[in-house]
């Protein structure tokens, strides 16, 4: 390592010390300073790690953190970013955190889709998981062909490695790259013949633009698609979903590749994380049984299904960004069989989007299938829902609006239900649990 490196690495190591010792600690600055001082200092702490990396719109954290476990079942030295710090600076920040180890070394790395090519110009993995490309942070990233062209740009910059992807989604099929690329996918139900949403994004033939037609459409533009005027079809699957055995709202049983799995997270989309789990676990040869003991590990994340228990209610934490995860939150509530509140927050910080015009694409409408005595209501856009909720039939009588946090977590415990299921955005999620561990309801983490 050059003198600039090893000076970087100090400073990095220095200043994570400083936080972790004098703070509630941090992830990017460490990482932000020592790229400062050699910007090339990536390259020099992954050199000798076998990198997987994940991204897409949706699925990244969990993904990597069922990832991280099943391949914990056979390397244990394995570092990875479980605190969603997935930019440049803070890829740096956690090579820079990890100890010396034995054995192979691997890194799981969670990347954001516009940094993947920040990363790949300095670490080249051996693979990148593509979980899906949805409509997210318009003001940041534009529609899902202009996220598509960051992430092959990036990809290209690292040629030899394997994309495993989503072959369930129409636009990983949709333009010849120079990464070789495997497919993951379903395969639970017979054919038949159908057609997605009519609000739904990317469903159209990359070669002769008509609209495809699916043999089954699992949620959003996912599934066996195929163009019904060329030969555009999805691409053959190495490793697929071939049953659904069980869904309720807390978990999902599954076969793969005919073997049952279980992962303590529900809904479709969250099997197609595991699904992506399982074909990077099975690239490295580890077997079934190895990759479900993994998944067994896997612990809830930030604000994905995360219980936490306040005073006498269960509140049910769920991020929400884009008009898919919403509604794929929504759908969750259908396995529910207790009575249930729900509360609203929406921010529009640059962490979370500042164009909101996705909750007019977001299946509000849905709420009123249930029987939902309260819905809470707040966040600095808490107007905008609002009006959005009135617009899709949520009665105003049930409908509260509160200004702070902290009157959040005070509506909680006026609620008629005990179960109370949370939709937030990202930076409401991170201000609701320093809150609450403020209340000494739980212990803060960082994201």
Known sequence: MSIRGALAVTVGKGT???????????????????????PGVLAQLAKDYEVVIVTGTNGKTLTTSLTYHVLKQKYPDIVTNPTGANMAQGIVSTFLEKTSGSGKKIAILEVDEASLIHVTKYIKPRFIVNTNVFRDQMDRFGEIYTIYDKMVEGAALAPEAVIIANGDSPIFNSRKLVNQSIYFGFNHTDDGETMAHYNTDGVLCPNCHSILHYKFNTYANLGKYYCPNCDFKRPELKYQVTAIENLDYKSSSFQIDGYPFHIKVAGLYNIYNALAAYS????????????????TETQQKFGRQETIKVGDKLIILNLIKNPVGLNQIIALLDYERDPFSVSLILNDRPADGTDISWIWDGEFERLTDFNIPYVGVSGIRRDDMELRLKVAGISEATMEKT???????????????????VMATYTAILNLRKELADQGYIQERMK
Do not use: C, M
């Open 16 to 38: 994570q010390w400083a936080l972790r010792t004098f703070t509630k600690g941090g992830t990017s600055l460490p990482g932000k300073l020592a790229a400062k001082i050699d």
């Open 280 to 295: 990077v676990g099975r690239e490295f040869g580890l077997s079934s049984e190895e990759i479900q003991a993994g998944f």
């Open 403 to 421: 200004e702070s946090i902290g009157d959040v977590i005070n509506s909680f415990q006026h609620a008629p239900t005990e179960k109370i299921y």
